[in-house]
């Protein structure tokens, strides 16, 4: 499987990707707003672009599909429950559904809501399995919930992202990584793996970024490290009346009201 990540420079700060099959050269194009750039991409490339993903329904997601349809008569693909909220679905996705792309990549789809209700993250299998996360999980972070859930989201992280293989690639749909480890060094000062890895990315090139794993974001995502003394004990600051051992729901939810104004 190849994954071509394309940065679109937009004050968005959106990731677009074209995920292409090396055998037959088809190429599935997510969240493509910079529809420029994909088409010339998958130009450059000799792919054929035979199909669009929208991982939700925000219009700095779904922005260029119209056009990369038009140029590919590629078929849309979205949550089944988006019908109303992306205009032209060809296929209406849920959990478990399979995506093809040429002869040699499956994409298993997850139902991952929490940024929206119809949100899906894509999940390759294989030697180094990828999630494709648009903006449900980044790197170092994850998304608001403004048009979503927070309690739903805690139950994405716990009930399906955190059970994954630490070797996963994370593909987010946004680059919002040294911002997110400020704020994981705000919750965790004393996190040295968030320290050093915020030196290394602070000034990182977004057209040739690092590509973390969720062993990484392990480390220096707090919302994963739901459970460390000092954050739990940087949010009784914050919110006095947390009781003395919080359960994980209680911290994210917590930490994602404090992301909100931070």
Not at 6 to 14: G, H, K, L, P, Q
Not at 95 to 119: F, N, Q, R, W, Y
Not at 193 to 213: G, H, M, R, W, Y
């Amino acid at each position: 499987m190849i994954v071509e990540q394309v940065w679109t420079a937009n004050a968005y700060r959106n990731f677009n990707y074209l995920i292409a099959c090396p055998e037959s050269g088809e190429a599935l194009a997510i969240d493509p707003l910079d529809h420029r750039k994909c088409l010339a991409a998958a130009k450059d490339k000799g792919w054929n672009i035979t199909q669009v993903l929208n991982t939700h329904e925000h219009g700095d997601h779904i922005g260029g599909n119209q056009q990369v349809i038009d140029a590919t008569g590629a078929k849309l693909l979205a949550h089944a429950k988006a019908k109303n909220s992306i205009p032209g679905i060809d296929q209406g996705l849920d959990a478990g559904d399979v995506v093809k792309v040429g002869s040699t990549i499956e994409l298993e789809c997850l139902d991952t809501p929490g940024h929206t209700m119809s949100h899906i993250c894509l999940l390759s299998h294989g030697d180094t399995p990828a999630l494709i996360c648009g903006d449900t999980l980044f790197n170092a972070g994850v998304g608001n919930c403004h048009s979503g859930d927070p309690a739903e989201l805690y139950q994405t992280f716990a009930g399906q992202l955190a059970k994954l293989p630490d070797e996963t690639l994370v593909y987010p749909g946004h680059d919002y990584f040294a911002g997110n480890l400020g704020f994981t060094l705000d919750r965790e000062p004393d996190n040295e793996a968030a320290k050093a890895l915020f030196a290394d990315i602070a000034n990182q090139n977004p057209e040739d970024p690092l590509v973390s794993t969720l062993a990484l974001e392990k480390q220096v995502n707090t919302f994963f490290r739901l459970h460390n003394p000092t954050v739990i004990a940087r949010l009784r600051e914050a919110f006095p009346d947390l009781e003395d051992e919080p359960d994980a729901k209680t911290v994210f939810l917590a930490l994602r009201e404090l992301r909100n104004s931070w």
